[in-house]
């Protein structure tokens, strides 16, 4: 699949299939999120890859946002240091994770957004870590409607030069 057809397409999913991630699609997906680009190189992430059942019912538990994860085959637990720039790389590293996941077939959706402290005891994080974010993985449960996005028309969002010029 290609980039732009990645990003056209790619939708939030919660209901996984139970068919495991394939170990060689996982290896892509983790690569994908080393692979990002970050301020000055510093790299501010740490990927903690969770495929145990149990684990992943525990964290479907204490996310508030997304108890969806306890049904997934696989969840990425994002931690972060504590710099300037570190929520922003991080989040791109997310989004080019996401991404390779679409192009694999592989469904997904951001949950949380830091405030999941009582994570990081269950998979041993250290204190000085920030959680980010949980991301499960799974190949979507229903058929996920390619494209079918519901988004402000480009005339509202896209400027040319300056703000309130048409881009066209």
């Known amino acids: 699949m290609e980039v732009y057809e990645a990003v056209r397409t790619v939708l939030a999913v919660r209901k996984y299939q139970e068919k495991p991630v394939p170990p ?16 000055m190189n510093s ?8 495929e145990d059942r149990d684990t992943l019912r525990r964290l479907g538990a204490l996310a508030r946002t997304g108890p969806y994860v306890a049904q997934a085959p696989l969840a990425i637990v994002v931690a972060i240091e504590r710099t300037k720039f570190s929520v922003s790389d991080a989040s791109r590293a997310i989004q080019s994770m996401i991404l390779t996941a ?7 959706n951001w949950v949380g957004f830091l405030n999941l402290d009582e994570v990081k005891p269950l998979l041993s994080i250290p204190a000085d870590l920030d959680l980010l ?4 993985f799974g190949y979507p449960a229903q058929a996920a ?15 040319r030069g300056r703000f309130g010029q048409p881009f066209e």
């Not at 679409?102 to 997904?108: D, I, R």
């Open 24 to 39: 060689d699609v996982i290896r892509r997906i983790v690569e994908a999120g080393c692979l990002t680009g970050s301020a």
């Open 43 to 50: 790299q501010p992430w740490n990927f903690i890859v969770v």
């Open 102 to 108: 679409w192009s694999e077939g592989v469904g997904s």
């Open 145 to 159: 409607g390619k494209g079918q996005k519901r988004r402000k028309p480009l005339s509202e969002m896209a400027h």
């Open 133 to 136: 974010a949980i991301v499960p």
